[in-house]
């Protein structure tokens, strides 16, 4: 069975960015697949993608080549990486797009190669790498070409990590980002679910909010906030038929701390 490609990004679908990029991948492995994971990440929200990505791997299809793109820092010196986990294979900007699905799935085999320039022929755009450099790469991948032939390899641990890949232990308690506030007006953290969060209280822009700790949304009063551990593998500030952020200000990218966390 062929590859299948799966496409990430910001580009929403307004504009002929995504069916170009479709176009290119179309061209050039015309035996494979295309499934569109989400073009609506907010626009140069890296750890909205990140967190989409992360919480998407184990749904992905068993070969997938994945093209997550988020990349506000196009046609600069930002590196390109293709990261290969098991099966799987990403490419993405080197900005912290990889990251959470690498710390969450890597189990130890995890493998990058950042891409070499003019791993593509032609005259690549420096406001679309991802048509002119990423989707190319993507097809020769996808058509046997092994990822050492296009760049070079790199220890997982030397990607770029930003601030909110994980949450920090300070003196004042456990501080986490809101890597998403989903539709619902959920406030997803960059806490996995598999760690322990005894938090009975959230401090944020010098309130304090008193908090449970609940496995459902209607185990909330309605109206009431608490953590709870949602379907995405990460931790979660929500209400019942309420919207936590707008009850709380507040948004992604905000930094929340539990005291009694430690």
Known sequence: MP??????????LADPYVGQLRGVLHQLAPGCGCIDLSHGVPHFRVETG???????????????????VVDPGVGS?????????????????????????????????ARVWRLRPGVVSGNPSATFHA???????????????????????????AMHSPVWT???????GLVARILHV???GNCILNIPSAADMPAHEMRHKGRRTPLVTVDHYAALPTGHVGLLCGSQGYWEIAANRDSAATLLDLHTGDSVTFPDVK
């Open 77 to 109: 010196q930002r590196a390109i990486l293709c990261l290969r986990m098991g099966h799987r294979t990403f490419i993405a900007p080197d900005n912290g797009l990889l990251c959470l699905a690498a710390a969450q799935h890597g189990n130890g085999d």
């Open 166 to 172: 994980r949450p920090e232990t300070t003196d004042s």
């Open 182 to 184: 989903d539709h619902f």
């Open 50 to 68: 990140a967190l989409y990505l992360a919480a998407s791997v184990p749904y992905l299809p068993f070969h997938a080549i994945c093209l997550a």
């Open 131 to 157: 048509r002119d450099i990423m989707a190319p790469a993507a097809a020769k991948l996808a058509t046997g070409t092994p990822p050492e032939a296009l760049g070079e390899e790199m220890p997982p641990a």
């Open 3 to 12: 590859p299948c490609f799966v496409l990430l990004t910001d580009f929403g």
